[in-house]
């Protein structure tokens, strides 16, 4: 038997099919609203943002 893994979110109750990874639509809008207001992060070293910024580039025009 395939047993489905915990909920990440409530990491109580097991996770359903329609919601997978998921056990609810609650847990769900949960991760999903952590996404949208920057609640995770991929870790890794700072960099100078002003460098990387696309529209901060200086066109000399040459």
Do not use: H
């Not at 990440?8 to 949960?30: G, H, L, M, Q, Y």
């Not at 002003?50 to 000399?60: C, F, I, K, S, V």
Request: hydrophobic share 25%.
């Amino acid at each position: 038997m395939n047993r489905l893994p915990l909920c990440p979110i409530c990491e109580k109750n097991r996770a359903k099919p329609e919601f997978k990874p998921f056990c609810s639509k609650r847990c769900a809008d949960v991760d999903l609203s952590r996404w949208l207001s920057d609640g995770y992060a991929i870790p890794g070293e700072e960099s100078d943002q002003a460098e990387e910024t696309p529209g901060n580039r200086r066109d000399t025009g040459d």
